[in-house]
C-alpha cells in the first residue's frame, strides 16, 4: 500500500487520487491507447459524484434541509423512502428523470434548454478555488477571492435566459427580479468581503484561512458586520427565503422557473443547493478559519472540520428559510442601497484604520483580540443607530389591537374608547 | 427608431389556478413592471346553485347546503340558517341548546381565523411554517367537531331548534385542552409574525381601507374592525344569548393589512374567553326543541344575521308556507369584503395584491355559492 500513500494519515483524501492513478497506470499496460482516458473520466465523475454530490448536495443539502424544515413546522418531513427517508433524494431524482420535460410552443427552445446546463457548471467552478484542508485544493490561485465572486455571478446570466425564453409573464417577473436585485446585492457583498480583505492582507482563500490560523482568530470576531452583510447579500442572490423574490411562489408561482419540469427544473433544484453550499463553504473558509479549528486539525482530518463549519454555516441558511416571511421587490432593492451598501463603507473604514494602528504596532497578536472586541461593539451599534437614522421606530407600532365594550361607529386612533 | 426602449402595460393573470388565490378565483392585473394600474375580478368558477336548489328542499334538508358554502366555518353558516328558520317560524331555542351553539361557533371562529393567520403569512412568503403551525392546532378543534358531529370540515350539526345531538363526555375535558393549548400558540404566532420586522414592512401600509370606505362598501367582520370601527354583530344585535357573555370587540389603527391579522389574533383571545363563559355555566336540559320534519312556517319573510369569523353573514328567508324555502339568500361577507379589492390593491405592486387579497380571508365557496 505504501507506495500511493500520501503520508500516514488515513484519512488523506489525496491517497484516494493517487489510488486511482496507480490502478490507471496499470490499466494503461494492458488496455489499448487511449481507453485509458475514458477510463479516467468515468473514474473521476464517480468519485466526485461518490464523495461531493451524493453525501453533501443529496443527502445533507435535500435531505438534510427538507428534515430539518419539517421539524421546524412541527411535521415528520420525509422518512419513507430507505431508512429515515435517507433515500429520499435519490427517489426524488429517480421521478424527475423519468419526467417529461415540457416546452412551451411559443417558447425560445434553444434558450431554454441550455439555460440549466450554464446554470449548472458555475457551482461545479466554484468549488476549485476552496481548501478543503491542509493542500487539499484544487486550484490554488493567488487571486481565488475574486475567481468565486467572478464565478458566483454567472448564474444570474442563466435564470434570467431560463425566465426570458419560457414566453411566460410571471417567468419574465422573475428573471427582472432577479437581475435587478443581482445588480443591487453585489455591490455590498464585494464591500463587506473588502472588509475581511483588508484585514487579512490577503485575496487568496488559503492564505485567509493560515491567517486565522495564524493569529488564532476567526475573521468572525474581527469583522463581524461583514458576515452578517455577506449572508444577507449572499441569501439574496442565492434566492434563498427570506429574499426569494424571484421564484416568490405565493406571488409569481415560480419565477423563472414556471414553464420548468422534469430534470431541467431538477438541475436548477439541485444546483440551488449546490450554491447554497458553495456559498456556505466560502463563508467558512472566509469567516470561520476554513479547515482549521484551533489546533484540533492536527487530531481531527482537515475536510471534516470544513465540512462540518459548512454545513453548520448552511443550517443559518434553512433557519431562515423556516421563519422569515419574504421582503418585496422594492424593499430589498432599498434594503440594498440605504441599508448594507452604506454599512459596507462604514465598516471597511473602520477595518482600514485598523489595519493602520496594527501595522504600526508591527502586527502585535494581542491587538487583534481588541480590535475584536471594539468591532463587535461598534457593528452593534453601527447597525442600531443606521437604523434608528433611517426611521427604524420599532415602539411606534402598536402590535396588540385596541379592545372596545361596546358597538358603535368609528373610534379615530388616540381616542379613549 | 434605436435607443428607444419602449414600454407598456401588461395584463397578468393571478389566478384562476395559483397559489395564493385561496381557491378557483382570479385577478386580472394589468400592470406597469411591478404596479398595478387595473384590477378587474373574475369570480363564478365554483358556482353550484345553491340558492336555487334550496327552493327545492325541505327546511331540514337544507342545512347541509349551508355547510358547503363557507367550508372553513360550518358551523357559523349551520347556526344562520337555522336562526333564520327559527325567526320564521317563531320556534324557541333552550339555554342548554343555545350554550352548545355558541361553543360550537365560537371553536369555529377559532379554526377558521388559525387557517385565515397561517394562509395570510404563506401569501406573505413565511415559507409554510406559521401555516403549519395554525393547522396543528386547527385539527385539534376539528378532532372536537368530529366528537359532537361526526364530521370535521361539514358538521352538519345545528339543527331547526337546536343542535343535533347533545355533547358527549369527551367533549368537556377536549375544549378545556383548548383553552390550556391555546394562548400559549397565539403568543408564539405574535413572537413568530406580529413583532417581526419584515412581516410588518410587508403589510403595514399595505391594503389601507379608510373608514369611510369600508363602511360605504358594506364591509363587514375583522376588515371593518381592521378600520377601526367598533362593529361586531355579536354586541350590537345579540343572538343565541351572547349577551350574556363578557368580551371585547378588538378594533385596528388604520385599516391596513397588518391591522386585519392583529384583529384576528386578538379575536381568538376573545373567542377563548366567551368558550370559557360558556363552558363553566353550561346549562341542563333539553338540547332541542322538537320541531316537525316537514316544517310549513307561516307566511312570510325573515332575515338573521350572525357574526361568522369573515363577518356579517345573513340568511333571508321567504314562505309561502310550503315546506320548502320560496326564496333563499345568502348575505355572504366573503363576497361583500371582496368588493374593496380593486381599491385595495390598484396603486400597489403585485405582491401587495397578494397580501391584501390574502388579508381579506376570502373563501371561495362562499363568494359563489
Not at chain 2, 88 to 102: F, K, Q, S, T
Request: charged share 20%.
Amino acid at each position: 500500500m505504501t507506495p500511493f500513500l500520501v503520508s500516514d494519515k488515513w484519512y488523506d483524501i489525496r491517497d484516494l487520487g493517487n489510488l486511482s492513478r496507480a490502478l490507471l497506470d496499470a490499466a494503461d499496460k494492458i488496455l489499448p491507447g487511449g481507453v485509458v482516458y475514458v477510463l479516467a473520466a468515468l473514474i473521476g465523475f464517480v468519485a466526485s459524484f461518490l464523495l461531493f454530490v451524493l453525501p453533501s448536495q443529496l443527502i445533507i443539502g435535500v435531505y438534510g434541509e427538507r428534515r430539518i424544515i419539517g421539524r421546524m413546522q412541527s411535521r415528520l418531513g420525509p422518512n419513507r423512502v430507505g431508512p429515515f427517508g435517507l433515500l429520499q433524494p435519490i427517489a426524488d431524482a429517480i421521478k424527475l428523470i423519468q419526467k417529461e420535460a415540457l416546452t412551451p410552443t411559443q417558447a425560445d427552445r434553444v434558450v431554454m434548454y441550455i439555460a440549466p446546463i450554464i446554470f449548472v457548471m458555475p457551482a461545479v467552478l466554484l468549488w476549485a478555488v476552496i481548501p478543503f484542508g491542509e493542500n487539499m485544493v484544487i486550484a490554488d490561485i493567488p487571486v481565488s477571492l475574486m475567481y468565486f465572486l467572478a464565478v458566483s455571478a454567472l448564474p444570474v446570466i442563466a435564470t434570467f435566459m431560463a425566465g426570458w425564453s419560457s414566453n411566460n409573464k410571471y417567468s419574465l417577473f422573475g428573471a427582472m427580479r432577479i437581475v435587478s436585485m443581482a445588480i443591487s446585492y453585489e455591490s455590498p457583498l464585494v464591500l463587506a468581503l473588502l472588509g475581511a480583505v483588508v484585514m487579512s492582507g490577503t485575496i487568496s482563500l488559503s492564505g485567509m484561512v493560515a491567517w486565522a490560523d495564524q493569529y488564532t482568530i476567526w475573521m468572525v470576531f474581527v469583522q463581524p458586520l461583514a458576515l452578517v452583510i455577506y449572508f444577507i447579500c449572499v441569501s439574496a442572490e442565492l434566492n434563498r427565503t427570506p429574499v426569494d423574490i424571484a421564484e416568490a411562489e405565493s406571488e409569481i408561482v415560480a419565477g423563472y422557473l414556471t414553464e420548468y419540469s422534469g430534470m431541467k427544473w431538477g438541475l436548477f433544484y439541485g444546483m440551488d443547493i449546490g450554491y447554497a453550499l458553495a456559498a456556505s463553504g466560502f463563508a467558512a473558509t472566509v469567516f470561520l478559519g476554513g479547515w482549521t479549528l484551533f489546533g484540533l486539525e492536527k487530531w481531527v482530518p482537515g475536510w471534516m472540520i470544513f465540512i462540518g463549519k459548512t454545513h453548520l454555516f448552511y443550517f443559518l441558511f434553512i433557519w431562515t428559510r423556516g421563519t422569515l416571511p419574504r421582503l418585496r421587490a422594492d424593499q430589498l432593492m432599498a434594503f440594498a442601497w440605504k441599508f448594507l451598501l452604506p454599512l459596507g463603507v462604514f465598516n471597511l473604514l473602520i477595518v482600514s484604520t485598523e489595519r493602520m494602528l496594527w501595522a504600526e504596532q508591527d502586527y502585535a497578536k494581542g491587538l487583534i483580540y481588541v480590535f475584536a472586541l471594539v468591532n463587535i461593539v461598534l457593528s452593534v451599534g453601527l447597525v442600531y443607530a443606521w437604523a434608528r437614522f433611517n426611521g427604524y421606530r420599532p415602539e411606534r407600532t402598536p402590535t396588540r389591537p385596541r379592545l372596545v365594550k361596546q358597538a358603535g361607529g368609528y373610534i379615530p386612533v388616540g381616542e379613549r374608547p | 427608431m434605436t435607443g428607444i426602449i419602449k414600454s407598456e402595460p401588461f395584463v397578468i393573470n393571478i389566478g384562476p389556478q395559483h397559489p395564493s388565490t385561496h381557491g378557483v378565483f382570479r385577478i386580472k392585473a394589468t400592470v406597469d413592471g411591478e404596479k398595478v394600474i387595473d384590477a378587474e375580478m373574475v369570480m363564478g368558477y365554483l358556482h353550484r346553485s345553491m340558492e336555487k336548489l334550496a327552493e327545492e328542499r325541505t327546511y331540514t334538508q337544507n342545512i347541509p347546503f349551508t355547510d358547503r358554502t363557507d367550508y372553513l366555518s360550518s358551523m357559523s353558516n349551520n347556526l344562520g340558517y337555522c336562526l333564520a328558520v327559527e325567526k320564521l317560524a317563531g320556534i324557541e331555542v333552550p339555554p342548554r341548546g343555545n350554550a352548545i351553539r355558541v361553543i360550537m361557533a365560537e371553536l369555529q371562529r377559532l379554526a377558521s381565523h388559525c387557517m385565515a393567520v397561517g394562509a395570510f403569512a404563506n401569501d406573505t412568503g413565511a415559507w409554510q411554517t406559521p401555516v403549519m403551525w395554525a393547522f396543528r392546532e386547527r385539527e385539534k378543534i376539528l378532532d372536537i367537531f368530529e366528537v359532537t358531529s361526526g364530521a370535521r370540515l361539514t358538521c352538519n350539526y345545528m339543527r331547526i331548534g337546536g343542535v343535533a345531538f347533545d355533547l358527549r363526555p369527551e367533549f368537556e375535558p377536549m375544549v378545556r385542552r383548548i383553552l390550556r393549548d391555546f394562548p400559549p400558540f397565539i403568543d408564539e404566532m405574535e413572537g413568530l409574525l406580529s413583532e417581526n420586522e419584515i412581516f410588518i414592512a410587508r403589510t403595514r401600509g399595505v391594503g389601507v381601507l379608510t373608514p369611510e370606505m369600508a363602511i360605504n362598501s358594506s364591509l363587514s367582520g375583522p376588515m371593518l374592525r381592521g378600520s377601526g370601527i367598533a362593529w361586531d354583530i355579536r354586541k350590537a344585535d345579540p343572538y343565541c344569548g351572547y349577551e350574556q357573555y363578557d368580551f371585547d370587540i378588538p378594533i385596528g389603527y388604520n385599516g391596513d393589512s397588518y391591522d386585519r391579522f392583529i384583529v384576528r389574533l386578538e379575536e381568538m383571545r376573545q373567542s377563548l374567553k366567551i368558550i370559557q363563559q360558556a363552558l363553566d355555566g353550561l346549562p341542563g336540559g333539553p338540547f332541542r326543541t322538537e320541531v316537525p320534519l316537514a316544517l310549513r312556517p307561516p307566511k312570510g319573510e325573515a332575515y338573521a344575521r350572525i357574526e361568522s369569523p369573515r363577518g356579517e353573514l345573513g340568511y333571508y328567508l321567504v314562505s309561502d308556507e310550503g315546506p320548502s324555502p320560496y326564496r333563499f339568500h345568502i348575505r355572504p361577507p366573503s363576497f361583500i369584503n371582496l368588493s374593496a379589492l380593486k381599491e385595495m390593491t390598484v396603486g400597489g405592486t403585485v405582491a401587495d395584491a397578494i397580501v391584501v387579497l390574502g388579508s381579506i380571508d376570502i373563501v371561495v365557496g362562499e363568494i359563489d355559492r
